[in-house]
């Protein structure tokens, strides 16, 4: 579990992070989403203890991050995957940080393998792909078998096979009950692989929400119904509340309604239907209204 409350991190008058409350909760796959600025890194820096809020705090297991006793047995995290020692390869680089850790070096095989870097491990870390980089990256990460994984833009640099890989070690990880919190502007890849969401912007929470939750508040999620009584069903709707436009003779688009509900209205007046379905947003589209206003850098298209 990481907690955090009201976590404020300000650069002079500029509050990159700005007041965060939420808790990301273990046994589930939290994707960290906001575009370029919104604050992601410095919040996961915050969490590692890389940088020191201006105010507030953030734990993780109940326990600032310095004040871990071993912190890599309780939280592991990829940031930034060109941040080692070039001339040193990858298993050095894995054995050394086992040994400042307090962590059996037997244990380094154990993540060169579960990471499929086995072949490269003897490689200098500066001569390795962005991707070769990327998975001694979650290898350290791993090192310490830890509750609490975060992980940075983990897919950066990895071919489609790569990609596949990390979403399903980001599942199992979190099938097996530990807390797994990652940053991507993938949305495709983010709506297969996180049961929620924190959404930010501006430093500020934006959402915090289960994906299906995020994907059904969009208004291009909606009940679509045909039927030969569109004009009589269409007024139904709308008195019960619901949004509806006419999109043909015999369809309506519906927001603001549980399918649920549009079919027990249609049944209610004796309405028959020839089709009842529910045509949701992507979460690239749910994700843009969401961050609309608050992008901070670059042109949206
Ligand atoms: N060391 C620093 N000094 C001054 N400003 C900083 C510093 N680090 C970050 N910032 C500012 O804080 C804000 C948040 O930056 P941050 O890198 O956390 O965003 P991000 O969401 O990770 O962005 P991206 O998606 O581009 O990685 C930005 O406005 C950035 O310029």
Do not use: C
Request: charged share 25%.
């Amino acid at each position: 579990m990481i907690s955090l409350k009201a976590l404020t991190k300000k650069y002079g008058d500029h509050a990159a992070v700005d007041d965060l409350t939420l808790e990301i909760k273990p046994g589930a796959v939290t994707g960290f989403l906001g575009p370029n600025g919104a604050g992601k890194s410095t919040t996961m820096r915050l969490i590692l203890g890389l940088d020191r809020p201006t105010s507030g705090v953030a734990l993780v297991g109940g326990v600032p991050y310095h004040r871990l006793k071993e912190p890599l047995r309780t939280v592991g995290a990829l940031l930034d995957a060109r941040a080692m020692h070039p001339g040193r390869s990858g298993r050095a680089h894995l054995r050394a940080l086992a040994r400042s850790n307090g962590i059996a070096v037997g244990r380094v095989a154990q993540v060169l393998e579960m990471v499929g870097m086995e072949p490269a491990a003897g490689k200098r870390a500066g001569a390795l792909s962005l991707g070769m980089s990327q998975r001694l990256g979650i290898a350290a990460a791993l090192l310490g078998d830890p509750e609490v994984l975060m992980f940075d833009e983990p897919v950066n640099g990895l071919d489609p096979d790569g990609v596949r890989w990390v979403r399903q070690l980001m599942r199992s990880l979190a099938d097996e009950g530990r807390t797994v919190f990652v940053s991507s502007h993938l949305m495709s890849e983010m709506q297969l692989t996180a049961d929620h969401l924190v959404v930010i912007g501006k430093g500020r929470l934006i959402m915090d929400a289960p994906l299906p939750e995020v994907i059904a508040r969009s208004s291009l999620t909606a009940v679509v119904v045909r039927t030969p009584y569109a004009g009589e069903l269409a007024v139904r709707l709308a008195a019960a509340g619901g949004e509806v436009t006419r999109t043909g003779e015999s369809e309506l688009q519906v927001t603001g309604m549980a399918v649920e509900r549009v079919g027990d209205l249609a049944h209610e007046a004796g309405v028959r239907l020839h089709e009842l379905r529910t045509r949701e947003a992507s979460l690239e589209q749910a994700y843009r209204e969401l961050t609309e206003s608050s992008v901070e850098y670059g042109v949206r298209g």
